[in-house]
């Protein structure tokens, strides 16, 4: 085995790309599992967390720290549990790669400096660039929370 733990996003299971890691180390969240809608995406989920998959859960102090750096990312409960887990695994010395197909999550993984992978997209090789923008009016400005113009909130979005 070598010395990488893959944090597996859904697609792993929903696209049925799990035979490539049944000889790697893998963790993902029960999150994960409860996103999971057909049964044989469920029955590969399961197969995997009878061999070389566990259930990780983040300690608070790793999940807030996350949650604090991706603010203003269009981001999931399960996406910011599983950057949790990776940042988590990361910051105590181990070789960490997200397997997602999601590139929002594929660039907060850049931004917190852990490795990801494509499951069938392919990963990104470049962080977008990004801007911040009003996500009411659009009015686009660099510094605070709240829209100059309008008041509405403030989100990072990609610049495409
Ligand atoms: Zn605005």
Redesign the pocket.
């Known amino acids: 085995m070598s010395d990488v733990i893959y944090v597996l996003d859904s697609a792993v299971f929903i696209k049925n790309a799990t035979s490539w890691f049944n000889d790697k180390l893998c963790v993902t969240s029960y999150l994960v599992y409860e996103e999971l809608l057909s049964p044989q995406a469920r029955m590969e989920f399961e197969r995997m967390q009878l061999q070389n998959m566990n259930l990780y859960v983040p300690s608070n102090k790793f999940r807030k720290e996350v949650e604090a750096k991706v603010k203003g990312l269009k981001l999931s409960k399960t996406d910011v549990e599983l950057l949790a887990i990776g940042y988590e695994l990361f910051k105590k010395g181990k070789k960490v790669v997200i397997v997602t197909d999601d590139y929002w999550i594929q660039n907060a993984a850049r931004m917190l400096g852990i490795g990801y992978k494509g499951v069938e997209r392919g990963e990104i090789f470049k962080t977008l660039r990004w801007k911040k923008i009003?996500?009411?009016?659009?009015?686009e400005q660099q510094e605070g929370e709240k829209?100059?113009?309008?008041?509405?909130k403030i989100v990072w979005v990609p610049v495409l």
């Open positions: 009003c996500e009411s009016c659009k009015h829209c100059y113009k309008c008041g509405s």
